[in-house]
């Protein structure tokens, strides 16, 4: 009996942290994997290479923080992509336009991220008022949202990339806490907030470490952490994925606090279209398409639940890393582009059996006990 209350223990554990030791044994791969494909040194788990997974995943991350509060209520917003895109079209207008009438950098930037502000809140109240208020099923309602976005992002960058920003903003969007340069020359060790100014003999040996989009989103993910787990919103959130219908009679105003997560889906939306104008000084009509289902997808594998009322910010955060593990190892291993989607995609399914049977395993352990 003790043994068979072991493995019941060890199965619950494994079915409940399954992403964490996926993520882990991904790792542990592509570093045994990657030097023996590429017949050198090269380290999978680099400061360069570990950095550029951090970056990669900073834009799957912002979409993925509102998405998972939406999810957990029972929602889901398929306009994000889109949010996105609209987003870095509109910030960068206000940009370019704040600098072409004299303002300094920094007021054109704050221009520029006061403009995302508003589209963020804008968006959030149309998609979350319809579905609140006019109880249009939010499938349908982020879906067209996606499309009025889509031709507005189009309409307004005059179906091209908006450029003629100031080169300036560049240390907004790619500059880093630290840098580090590697070898034995004068110019070797860490740097702080500073960047060395180097021979271009030596600037191919130094590393950025913790950009400013990647601490920026560190900051809104640990906002989002606290924001589900120790307050009264975040109560209201699990509460109102588990059962609606007991939510409004236990007081909660459901349609109101509806209405503030497609808010905060459109916001992180915003923000994340924000940064890319920010990191490529451009912004593109285009950019957040690619990204929906990554998010979406990085929202399931960490385990939020599509019936909704379970859920974490963390599980998205590993869901994030597990994608950018995946796509970045398998482009070091030269695998063709197609494969990655479809790896990703089986593990996407994976996850939703994981959820679909998580409670049935529980309730097999249950019995034997």
């Known amino acids: 009996m003790a043994i068979d209350a072991i493995g019941n223990s060890v199965l619950s554990q494994v079915v409940r942290l399954w992403a964490w030791l996926f993520l882990a044994i991904l790792i542990v791969f592509f570093i ?22 951090l970056v990669a995943i900073t834009p799957i991350l912002l979409l993925g923080l509102g998405q998972t509060f939406v999810i957990i209520s029972g929602g889901i917003d398929l306009s994000v992509g889109w949010t996105m895109s609209f987003a870095s079209v509109v910030s960068a207008l206000a940009l370019r336009w704040g600098y072409q009438i004299g303002l300094p950098i920094p007021l054109a930037v704050l221009m520029g991220f006061c403009a995302t502000l508003a589209c963020g809140v804008g968006i959030g109240l149309f998609n979350g008022t319809i579905i609140a208020k006019l109880k249009v099923p939010p499938f349908i309602v982020t879906l067209g949202s996606a499309f009025i976005l889509r031709g507005l992002a189009l309409l307004f960058s005059e179906n091209t990339t908006v450029i003629g920003l100031p080169r300036q903003i560049r240390d907004f969007g790619n500059e880093s ?21 180097l021979p271009r003999a030596v600037l191919r040996e ?34 109102i994925g588990g059962n609606r219908e007991a939510a409004i009679r236990a007081g909660i105003p459901v349609d109101r606090h509806v209405i503030k997560l497609y808010v905060l889906a459109s916001t992180t939306a915003c923000l994340a279209g924000f940064l890319s104008v920010l990191r490529f000084t451009a912004g593109s009509a285009v950019i957040g398409d690619p990204l929906l289902l990554s998010s979406i997808a990085a929202v399931i594998i960490g385990g939020v639940s599509l019936f909704g009322g379970s859920g974490s910010v963390i599980g998205t955060v590993i869901g994030a890393l597990i994608i950018a593990v995946l796509t970045t190892g398998l482009v070091m291993l030269n695998v063709a582009p197609f494969w990655q989607f479809i790896v990703v995609g089986c593990v996407v399914i994976l996850a939703v059996l994981i959820d679909q049977s998580r409670d049935a395993i529980k309730a097999s352990l249950e019995t034997r006990q």
């Not at 380290?43 to 950095?51: E, K």
């Not at 806490?177 to 060395?196: C, H, I, N, Q, W």
């Not at 470490?209 to 920026?216: D, E």
């Open 32 to 53: 045994t994997a990657v030097p023996l494909v590429s017949g050198d040194t090269v380290s999978f788990l680099s400061i360069r290479n570990s950095q550029n997974i």
């Open 177 to 197: 806490l630290f840098y580090f340069v590697r070898g034995d020359s004068e110019y070797a060790g860490f740097y702080f907030l500073t960047k060395p100014e």
């Open 206 to 239: 130094m590393d950025r470490i913790i950009t400013y989009p990647v601490l920026v989103t560190a900051i809104f993910v640990a906002m989002a952490i606290y924001l589900l787990r120790a307050t009264r919103f975040g109560r209201y959130t699990y509460a």
